[in-house]
Every structure is written in structure tokens, then in C-alpha cells.
């Protein structure tokens, strides 16, 4: 069921990002032949060679001088046994940012860590019409920043929804949902979800496909997804859906004046789901936002100095972070 509070609060942040929203409901092989024709007209134009000169010296040859110089008999020679150089098994794997995107499906890109780091994963949803090369970027520096030194080898950055509730349900979760099932069977590693804003809409389809859409048969995430719902939506969860996650936490933003775009929903999901949930209150007081700027309290919970000190600054806070850290605050945090 989807929550009327969470939609009317992200519709507003439809009209501040993009200018205002549609009238429209929201959410979210011959050769050989040749070969060997060719063969028999070369060998037809060879001159006979009489048999045992064929490696004879002409008469003529130079003989080599009688002072060359032999090599000395105690050359040593080297032993049968060496050993080729042996590979670095310690040299650090490359830096994540020079690793290929891999495109997956629609809206959905892979990047593979490397084994060396662990087999977790870490899934970033972004908000609402985020491009896809900006939830590389956020994606990017979120993995640098929290999760490359938790074991997680696979990353997938997902764009955002074309609209505030992604009603057209455009992304190719189903694509990402396969393939997270193959790559996680039979281990125990974490699968870490953070979802931004309209991005919670995404998340939620993807646990509706593993956990209730039978996209995983054998039940290899139940119990091992943390989800990080960052200032999204609570509604789209149900009781199944909470209870096979691993972990779930509602984080929002605070200052001294006020508190982040979607507070109110993250607060009411940890109340409806206590035993199963946690509300992460991020303090953004040196995020310096205007007092009452919710949206930038909203966009604090990406990056922790947002562009816009009274509103949101979609493209920037999702791509800059040069002197603007990413924000993985809440990853530190979570129990």
C-alpha cells in the first residue's frame, strides 16, 4: 500500500527539483581448399634437393675465425628447477574508479570489484529523475567512501524513477533481481541497499521480486539485505517484506531549524516496524543549510554540504563532492 503522506511530500520535491510536476497520477570453411591449392602450386615451383645437402654449407662458406671465442666452460647453467616470478598475491586491487560501468538492463549498471575484496554487494538506488551517469558517480563515491572495506565486491548503481511514486515501473529491477540471486548463492555475505528518495519506490519493487515475486526460489537473500531507506517512503514496505530483510533503517536529517523532506515517514516506518527497524537521525548542522530547507536537509543525506544552503541542487549534490564528502553516515551507524 502506498502512503498519501509519502507521495504528497515527494510530489513537493518533484515541483522544487524539476519545476513542477504533470497532471499525471505519481509514483514511482573453403579456405582449407584454398590453402592447400595454394601449397601444391608453391611446392611444384621448389627445385629438387639432393638428399643430405639440404643442411650442407656452400663450398665457400667463411669458416669462423680460430681465435672466436668459446664460451667458458664453467658458464653455469640455469637451473632446470627456476622457478618463474611469482605473482603479487598482496598488490592492492585497482582503484574502483578505474573499473568499467558494465550496462545491465535498463536504468541498471554493474561493476565488478574483484574477488580480493570480498563477495558482498552494495545496491544504490537514486531519486527521482537522477540520470544514470549521476548515480554512477553518488554509486561511486558511496563505495569508496563506506562500503569498500566491508566485503563487498559487487556494485550496481540504479538511475531514478521518471516519476515521484515510479508508476511507470520503468527500471529493469527484474534484470538486477536475477543476477544478485546468482552471485550471492551459497554464501553468507551482506547485500547492502541504499535508497534515496524516490529511489525507496525502486527498492521496494526489488524486494517484492525476491521475496514475493518468486525470483528467489531457494531464498538466498532472506535475511542478508540491509536496507538504508535515506528520507524515502515506509508505505511501499509490507510485513513480508520487512521480516526477510536483514537489517532496515529509516534515516532522516535535522538541523536547528528543521528536519529533512521526508522526517515524518521515516519516523512513522521505524513505529510501525520496532523490533524489525531503527531510525537513524542525521545531525546536518555543518551541512550548512538555510533553517526550514528541508529539501537541502534532503539532499544532505547524499552529500554532506549540499549546493543549494535552501533547496536542492539534484545534478551537483549527486556528482561533486569535492569538499562536500559523500555522506555514509549511516552505514558507520547501523547496528
Keep these: 500500500m502506498r502512503g498519501r503522506s509519502g507521495a504528497v511530500a515527494l510530489a513537493l520535491a518533484c515541483a522544487v527539483l524539476v519545476g513542477g510536476c504533470s497532471n499525471e497520477a505519481l509514483f514511482v570453411d573453403g ?60 598488490a592492492p586491487p585497482p ?6 560501468w558494465e550496462d545491465v538492463a535498463f536504468g541498471v549498471a554493474y561493476k565488478d570489484a574483484g574477488e580480493a575484496r570480498g563477495e558482498g554487494v552494495l545496491i544504490g538506488y537514486a531519486g527521482y529523475q537522477v540520470t544514470a551517469d549521476e548515480s554512477r558517480a553518488w554509486v ?10 566491508r566485503g563487498v565486491r559487487h556494485v550496481y548503481a540504479v538511475q531514478g524513477p521518471a516519476q515521484v511514486q515510479y508508476e511507470a515501473r520503468e527500471i529493469t529491477n527484474s534484470a ?17 541497499v541504499a535508497a534515496h528518495s524516490s529511489g525507496s519506490w525502486v527498492a521496494c519493487e526489488l524486494f ?25 517512503v515506509a508505505s511501499c514496505l509490507s510485513d513480508d517484506r520487512v521480516n526477510a530483510l536483514g537489517g532496515l533503517y529509516f534515516v532522516h536529517a535535522v538541523n536547528a531549524g528543521g528536519a529533512s523532506l521526508q522526517s515524518q515517514s521515516m519516523a512513522a516506518g521505524a513505529a510501525r516496524w520496532p523490533d524489525q527497524s531503527a531510525l537513524l537521525t542525521y545531525d ?16 544532505s543525506l547524499v552529500n554532506t554540504r549540499p549546493h543549494d544552503a535552501s533547496g536542492a541542487s539534484r545534478s551537483a549534490d549527486y556528482t561533486d563532492f569535492e569538499g562536500r564528502p559523500v555522506n555514509g553516515w549511516y552505514v558507520d551507524n547501523a547496528q
Excluded at 582503484?95 to 568499467?100: D, I, K, Q, V
Excluded at 533481481?177 to 547485500?191: E, K
Aim: proline letters at 9%; charged letters at 30%.
Design 208 to 232: 517484492e521480486q525476491l521475496f514475493e515475486g518468486g525470483f528467489d526460489p531457494m531464498g538466498e537473500t532472506i535475511g542478508r539485505v540491509v536496507y538504508y531507506d535515506l528520507d524515502g
Design 284 to 299: 546536518a548542522e555543518g551541512a550548512g543549510c538555510a533553517l526550514g530547507a528541508e529539501m537541502c536537509l534532503h539532499m
Design 140 to 149: 561511486s563515491a558511496l563505495y569508496d567512501a563506506a562500503l569498500s572495506s
Design 95 to 100: 582503484a574502483f574508479g578505474e573499473l568499467p
Design 31 to 90: 579456405a582449407d581448399a584454398e590453402d592447400a591449392e595454394r601449397d601444391a602450386v608453391a611446392d611444384a615451383a621448389l627445385p629438387d634437393v639432393v638428399e643430405g645437402d639440404a643442411d650442407a654449407p656452400p663450398e665457400d662458406a667463411a669458416a669462423p675465425p680460430e681465435d672466436a671465442a668459446a664460451p667458458p666452460e664453467d658458464a653455469a647453467a640455469p637451473p632446470e628447477d627456476a622457478a618463474a616470478p611469482a605473482e603479487d598475491v598482496d
Design 176 to 192: 538486477l533481481a536475477r543476477r544478485l540471486v546468482g552471485q550471492v548463492a551459497g554464501g553468507d555475505a551482506r547485500v547492502h
